[in-house]
């Protein structure tokens, strides 16, 4: 129950203003799933969208929320749900960060950016969350998205771009320095890569990997 009301709390954060009808839905909820926890992120997910589709026509929100009350998909299908939830949202919510952001790692959690266009279409919602966004913290995370997807692509300068650009609105992410060190190791910025590891060390002096990747650096460099 306390990782509910977490759920529900952050979907209550504006914007957008949280429909007060998703509150009852808890022991429907509980009822119907095997995996609560498994549930949490597609709870989440349709709940921000739904609350796109309540902005504008108030009446369409019936779909998104029967779809909780009458189903539980299976985990493989969290993302995929949630990107067709988001589709529908931004059909009539056309500017909403939140639910471009969920859309474009829906698209890149459920692979469905490899299918035709989609990697053109999860590229754009994460680049428009970027502008949406209003604080550091979002937009960091919608580049670092981004940045994940372009890697995966085989988009390396790019996703290098995305991923430096996600360290300067948030310079102590630990993660995002790792994949800064990575990005720059590639491009044989040897000693900006050590910089970049030698940090997410000294934040998480306990990550082995930040460690690990900080030998590598110095024989890259010929120091070790």
Same mark, same amino acid.
């Given at each position: 129950?306390?990782?509910?009301?977490?759920?529900?709390?952050?979907?209550?954060?504006?914007?957008?203003?949280?429909?007060?009808?998703?509150?009852?839905?808890?022991?429907?909820?509980?009822?119907?799933?095997?995996?609560?926890?498994?549930?949490?992120?597609?709870?989440?997910?349709?709940?921000?969208?739904?609350?796109?589709?309540?902005?504008?026509?108030?009446?369409?929100?019936?779909?998104?929320?029967?779809?909780?009350?009458?189903?539980?998909?299976?985990?493989?299908?969290?993302?995929?749900?949630?990107?067709?939830?988001?589709?529908?949202?931004?059909?009539?919510?056309?500017?909403?960060?939140?639910?471009?952001?969920?859309?474009?790692?829906?698209?890149?959690?459920?692979?469905?950016?490899? !299918?035709?266009?989609?990697?053109?279409?999860?590229?754009?919602?994460?680049?428009?969350?970027?502008?949406?966004?209003?604080?550091?913290?979002?937009?960091?995370?919608?580049?670092?998205?981004?940045? *994940?997807?372009?890697?995966?692509?085989?988009?390396?300068?790019?996703?290098?771009?995305?991923?430096?650009?996600?360290?300067?609105?948030?310079?102590?992410? *630990?993660?995002?320095?790792?994949?800064?060190?990575?990005?720059? *190791?590639?491009?044989?910025?040897?000693?900006?890569?050590?910089?970049?590891?030698?940090?997410?060390?000294?934040?998480?002096?306990?990550?082995? !990997?930040?460690?690990?990747?900080?030998?590598?650096?110095?024989?890259?460099?010929?120091?070790?």
């Amino acid at each position: 129950m306390s990782k509910l009301l977490i759920v529900f709390s952050r979907v209550s954060l504006p914007p957008p203003v949280s429909p007060p009808f998703f509150l009852p839905l808890v022991p429907a909820i509980l009822a119907s799933s095997s995996s609560s926890n498994a549930f949490l992120s597609f709870l989440y997910n349709t709940a921000v969208c739904a609350d796109a589709l309540s902005h504008s026509h108030p009446s369409r929100h019936t779909r998104p929320v029967s779809c909780l009350t009458s189903m539980t998909p299976p985990k493989s299908s969290n993302a995929a749900g949630a990107t067709d939830a988001c589709e529908e949202a931004l059909a009539v919510q056309p500017l909403h960060a939140r639910c471009f952001y969920i859309h474009g790692v829906s698209m890149l959690s459920s692979g469905r950016w490899r !299918d035709g266009g989609g990697l053109s279409a999860a590229r754009g919602s994460l680049s428009a969350a970027v502008r949406l966004f209003r604080t550091a913290e979002e937009r960091s995370n919608a580049l670092f998205a981004l940045g *994940s997807l372009q890697l995966r692509a085989g988009q390396m300068a790019p996703a290098a771009s995305a991923f430096e650009a996600a360290l300067r609105l948030a310079p102590d992410r *630990s993660d995002v320095l790792m994949r800064v060190g990575e990005m720059r *190791s590639r491009f044989a910025q040897h000693a900006a890569a050590l910089e970049a590891f030698r940090a997410a060390e000294g934040l998480r002096p306990d990550h082995a !990997d930040a460690t690990i990747q900080c030998g590598n650096a110095l024989r890259r460099l010929k120091k070790l």
